[in-house]
């Protein structure tokens, strides 16, 4: 089945440094990902969609300078968290839409907590 | 907008038990719903995709449902076991639209 890999798993970083989140699709090509927010015990929250080759679209209320998106790829997007910040710890996922199956299919999450 | 709510946000049932898990949506023009398991500090494995035109869905113990004039899916898990336990999610991806809408969850604990 459809895989999306997502890098790292868990991270942390001091405040004020930026990190770097990959999602991978592996066996599909995805011209289109997204990125969620989880805060504990609640649903996922989109933040952004990431188009291949094109600015990705932010939600509402999402810094888009301070969550840098980048879609070089088919098969790779990218979430940078710039000059992070204790606030910013979250759990953030990544989905790929796949064509093929018109399903998402969701990376395992990262767990970024900054000190 | 959509809205997506899930009933009951917890439920726990005794090994063996069979349940439902309900899932309702404000705007049913929606191109397809989607049933997620989530493991605590895991990412989202998706256990059934029902398209609108589709009234169920079946996979192994899982049953999912969906009425789309009435705004409703449910999850049906037969014969539960505590390997069960998981937050359970579902989804509406919105007619004409790559956005996915997500209830809040059902965690499902199964005792043995």
């Known amino acids: 089945g459809a895989v999306v890999s997502q890098h790292p798993s868990r991270v942390i970083c001091k405040s004020g440094t930026s990190v770097k989140i990959e999602c991978r699709s592996l066996?599909?090509?995805?011209?289109?990902m997204f990125w969620y927010r989880q805060f504990p015990k609640q649903s996922l929250m989109l933040m952004a969609t990431s188009n291949e080759g094109s600015k990705a679209t932010y939600e509402q209320g999402v810094e888009k300078d301070k969550f840098l998106i980048n879609h070089a790829s088919l098969t790779l997007s990218t979430l940078t968290v710039t000059s992070a910040h204790p606030e910013d710890s979250s759990f953030y996922i990544c989905?790929?839409?796949?064509?093929?199956?018109?399903?998402?299919?969701f990376g395992s999450g990262t767990r970024l907590t900054v000190v | 907008k959509q809205e997506v709510t899930q009933i009951p946000a917890a439920l726990s049932v005794p090994e063996g038990e069979n349940l439902v898990l309900n899932c309702s949506f404000t705007d049913s023009a929606i191109y397809n719903l989607q049933w997620f398991r989530q493991d605590p500090g895991k990412g989202l494995t998706s256990l059934l995709l029902?398209?609108?035109?589709?009234r169920e869905q079946t996979s192994g113990r899982l049953n999912a449902s969906l009425d789309k004039s009435s705004g409703r899916s449910t999850l049906y898990i037969a014969a539960s076991q505590p390997g069960d336990s998981a937050t359970y999610l579902c989804?509406?991806?919105?007619?004409?639209?790559?956005?996915?809408?997500f209830g809040k969850g059902t965690k499902l604990s199964v005792i043995p």
């Open positions: 066996d599909f090509q995805a011209t289109t």
């Open positions: 989905s790929a839409l796949n064509r093929g199956l018109e399903g998402y299919t």
């Open positions: 989804a509406a991806l919105g007619a004409g639209s790559y956005q996915l809408t």
């Open positions: 029902i398209q609108s035109s589709q």
